[in-house]
């Protein structure tokens, strides 16, 4: 059976998932798409086969040619989508945010709750790297003993201009943020933000880089760094102290070659290189779970915590001084983590 | 439009394409398969989806419903089944060796040029591997000036008594005959045979480690040792000495564990670990290839070189004295290394 | 010239430094030692060669036999005989700290400004470790910018018992302190404390791991993290993040070990293994100076700071709010920071 | 007890060997200095103190303030030089080679074994190097099972023009040589030399990389490249394959940097960067040895093999054929591998 998708947004994100769904990965199609720009949207749908371009979200979510959705629009627009979806009984890939407020969010908790199963994944693609699996894995294996500080670098060679410090901490951080609850496999409790000296060569208006110090639920501080125009490459870092060992990423060169007096490898030029992988599992994934009838990976439980983490980022940055998460109680739908391991089923249908 | 591909031989490395090409990849789809063992095809055939099991290879090349041939049955049948898709007009991918004779090799070459066009792809999967392919991008950019001295070591944990010392030269060091070609750009032309002190664990009738030394047409030397029962794990090394530099393949591991007075990471335990990406990347560009018409990647050519090398090598081993390898006349089809930059089209027809 | 030197305390590092100037080093030799315990001194003397022990470490000062002096009694000791050695016009080496209260410290700093030269060298002999200098030097080259966020790591494989999280704090993060000010050269301004969740192998009593956070003067934020019952190895971490890029410290094994489905090093097993070359260097940059009449390395102002800091990281640690650090303005006499390159004269008589 | 040294020949090597007894190392000074070179003799005595000047090495030999002797003198004088000490009844240090010839060597041995005890320790300084040095007591440990292949890079940023291929394999592959010997603890049968493609930027009279294959008597192939022109850097490479794992060298960088897309560290510039503490460990230990009354470390036998060794391989040159290495058998007095483990007493006398 091949599943038909429908894209929401077709921007850079959605177009690369486009192709992703139509050249790379098995079992799926794209059969439909739409964009606020409904030129670009009739553009992509004929430089592809069979595919129809749709004037609104909801008329391709209504379309009974698509069985699935992916929204890949604008972050404001996702709570409306993802409602619709689930209001349409269909599976939904949400790329991150799930939406950008706590109501939003929680309007989606209880959609999907009301509708008995889980039918929402939010696109956290680093649970599906190689190397965060590794590292879940080492850790989960009792190799450290339990972790205590979590290290979690996220350095970008460059941003545009007008990127803020709240977009780091929203946009940039968020990764960092569910990376650590997945790994940990707890909550945060509070946030709070150190904003050491600047980098000269960027706009006086970003705090770059920042830190972001996380306090989990279960006492784990996870301390977060931005740099985002760190020039040098796409650097993801991360590094577990357990009680009686550690576990780092590793570099992720091919090669090591010696020239003019040093040794190296490369570091990834951007989030493309770096990741490219972990986005082709993420989807397969999703695709292999919506064929047997059920979701997968990051629930909206796991973007519902994301944004207000964030906010909780941001409103510590603004005062200097910590800010706690307080979240609902966890629906029983979300209770078992079915991406603790990468693989397990879902089952709530 | 969809590949439809018939597979001859469903031993387990054709099972793993069936898998690959049903579960993974994108463009094409399991049609046929055979197997000298007809129940076993019969079974393969019962856990897919409309895919009919055939008598004789010969039977699933002429089917109608099949686009293109896997040939993964025992290597002295891959000559016939060849030939037979040629001959059919269909695009064939045979698993590594293209054919166990020089004049089964030679068979092919004369049919593929009669032919006009190139239609058969080899299985040197390690030519699609990121490591190995950065490797060349590296030296080929000309980071560290020509290539002197290629070091490629192939250690594997362990192989079944029943492998013999040919077996390795045979078997094992074509891998390694075939990136070194590949690498260097150049042929083979002539082996010699070294054999170090053995390891105490292994059979006696075996000769483990062994050393295979290979003199390149451009002078290169290129030292290949095959320890196939190293216990630690699957450990495939390349290092190319450039007149200004080196480029070695780095480690694979994906993360660092500290513990109990160590810092490190894994070896892959096995091919699969190491290589399973490379199968991957290697059969979706062949399907996109077969799919647009032509063919990619090792050729014929690649085949015959590796043979001739591989029997050059068990001369060696035999006499304990240099042994030459003599080709015939490169025919202009295959002129072109379709595969030089991993990324060129093969554009024969 | 052979420096004549005197050790008042010879426990354990007080022997170590002993072995070091009569075994290991050029241009020096133990004339003299006294101890609390006189056996031990007498003892100590006993083994060596034209050895005197005296009862006080006053006697020993003023011993016309003694060049130059090294303290290495229990701290609270430490001022009193720094001044006596000050006072009697010879050159001290005195083990860290400097001096345990502020009170003291600044008596030191009053007497040698008094005496119009540096007489006394701090034993912060982290400056001396080639990896450290290498650190610097690649930081002072400006090969990534300026400084913008250091992190210390300092993983101790066990402590007894008896030690306290404010023994952690003062004699642990000492050395965290120094290197901080010495590689960013600027001041520490305020200091804080977090306390991570706890390893529960450790007792009740004590914070371990614990995280340390220093602002310094030019905005640079140094997160330290000491943990010292990690049982994997003595781990000693440093990473500078700069505008464009970073310096990390490289793992110090020797060799990579293959084996058992694992690559990698050693960790050094205590600050023996990890920092016996530095003590060496040390040593004998500070022979070398005093043979030429004056002082090197870190000065009295440099134990000041060091003491002051680690009383706000205590005081921060019990308040739970950032402490800030207040140090008198500096007098010229420390104004050029001799050991800046590790290798710079001294020049101050 | 203070050794007073005499050295022979004050060219760049004895120079340092100056430096280090002077200013580094503990318990001796140098007492004499001579060079065939008077003024530069004279020179060198008058820059230190105390040091008289002699007219010959055989001057400096019978002066009885010198206790023990150094020979940095030029290759062809060793013998007559080595043979006075031994004459003499005083402690002999020889740098590589103990002597040019098999007949000298074996001069050498003769008067040492007649005198009934150890009295020359050859100038193989590699053993005393920090990582060689954790290799063998890795290999020791049986961490790996037994070595079966062992491989040995020695790649030199650049040779002055006059050096010859006969060259390269007498002074540069000697250290590989006794290398090998010393870490498999047997002695080498025969040697090959294998010419590949020549770096374009060397003259054309120098074979440039070239390759020494060595065979032990255990049975263990050695491969030695030797690459001199490599420009990159002083990069000495070593590995051991053993039956169940691997033992490499690990780089020497002390710090990573990252910057403009790159990771890695830095190369050694040259055989100083790389190899100066291993000659104050040699010295040290010599030092030691001679005041506590025997010698140390490799050995007459040693110097023996190794010139025995180079001969072969520049036979093996000349010839294209492998050429076999016939030594004399080896006398009780050398039985016992005083450096086996870098740390045994000679204990012959």
Avoid at 140 to 149: D, E, F, N, R, Y
Avoid at 206 to 230: F, K, R, S, W, Y
Avoid at 247 to 260: D, M, Q, T, Y
Wanted: include cysteine.
């Amino acid at each position: 059976m091949t599943v038909n998708v429908g894209v929401i947004g077709v921007g850079m994100i959605g177009q690369d998932h486009i192709r992703r769904l139509t050249n790379v990965l098995s079992g799926a199609r794209v059969a439909a798409v739409t964009d606020a720009d409904l030129d670009r949207a009739q553009t992509v749908a004929d430089g592809l086969s069979q595919v129809k371009a749709h004037k609104t979200g909801h008329d391709l979510i209504e379309d009974p040619a698509v069985d699935a959705v992916v929204v890949a629009s604008w972050g404001p627009t996702h709570e409306e989508f993802v409602l619709a979806s689930i209001a349409a009984g269909k599976q939904v890939f949400c790329e991150k945010p799930l939406a950008t407020t706590r109501e939003a969010c929680e309007n989606i908790l209880d959609a999907e709750v009301a509708a008995g199963r889980r039918m929402v994944m939010v696109g956290f693609m680093r649970r599906y790297d190689e190397a965060y699996r590794a590292m879940k894995e080492a850790l989960t294996s009792g190799a450290i003993g339990a972790p205590l500080v979590y290290y979690s670098g996220h350095r970008n060679p460059s941003v545009p201009p007008s990127v803020t410090t709240e977009g780091v901490l929203v946009d940039t951080c968020v990764h960092d943020v569910d990376v650590s609850r997945w790994l940990l496999d707890t909550e945060v409790v509070s946030a709070q933000v150190f904003s050491p000296r600047r980098a000269g060569h960027v706009p006086e208006s970003l705090q770059d880089p920042i830190l972001l110090m996380l306090t989990m639920a279960n006492g784990v501080i996870v301390n977060v760094e931005a740099a985002v125009n760190i020039a040098y490459g796409y650097d993801i870092r991360g590094e577990v102290l357990g009680e009686t060992g550690t576990i780092e990423l590793a570099e992720s060169s091919k090669v090591i070659v010696k020239r003019e007096g040093q040794h190296g490898g490369r570091v990834p030029a951007d989030w493309r290189e770096r990741f490219i992988r972990a986005y082709d599992v993420e989807f397969q994934e999703w695709i292999d779970a919506v064929a047997a009838g059920h979701s997968t990976g990051p629930s909206s439980w796991d973007g519902y915590a994301a944004t207000l983490v964030c906010d909780a980022a941001t409103e510590a940055y603004r005062t200097g001084a910590p800010a706690s998460v307080s979240m609902r109680e966890k629906p029983d739908l979300y209770a078992v983590d079915a991406s603790a391991d990468g693989h397990g089923p879902t089952g709530t249908d």
